[in-house]
């Protein structure tokens, strides 16, 4: 015969609910800081951050060129069109330096530190 004991299922009970707290408390400071990062780091005058996917996944949208200079681009490529002389199409340069993307990882780990088991 086997006798089971439930001595310390309270601290146990504990922990988990600190944990939960943890990863709820995560899933909204994700985002805080991407949204952060995008405005302190990216410069962005207006950071945008978008929800996907109830909550579990954030993007956002980073143009290489204000709204103002992509229109000045796209009369210029219409007025070359017209007297038929191709444009260059397309940005060779990557959106964002490597150096922005070692900024983010490291922001994001250091939150991610913040977490204790």
Same mark, same amino acid.
């Given at each position: /015969?086997?006798?089971?004991?439930s001595e310390? @299922? ?6 988990f609910?600190? /944990? ?7 899933r ?15 410069h ?25 200079? @992509?229109a ?23 959106t ?8 983010w990882q ?12």
């Amino acid at each position: /015969m086997f006798q089971v004991s439930s001595e310390g @299922m309270d601290k146990i009970a504990e922990r988990f609910k600190h /944990m939960r707290e943890q990863i709820a408390k995560l899933r909204h400071d994700v985002p805080q800081e991407f949204f952060n990062w995008e405005a302190e780091e990216v410069h962005a005058k207006n950071p945008w951050v978008k929800r996907t996917g109830r909550n579990r996944h954030y993007y956002t949208v980073i143009l290489p060129h204000s709204a103002r200079e @992509m229109a000045h681009r796209k009369k210029v490529a219409m007025r070359l069109r017209r007297k038929h002389i191709a444009s260059r199409r397309g940005v060779t340069k990557p959106t964002l330096r490597p150096e922005l993307q070692h900024r983010w990882q490291d922001r994001l780990f250091s939150l991610l530190d913040t977490i204790r088991w």
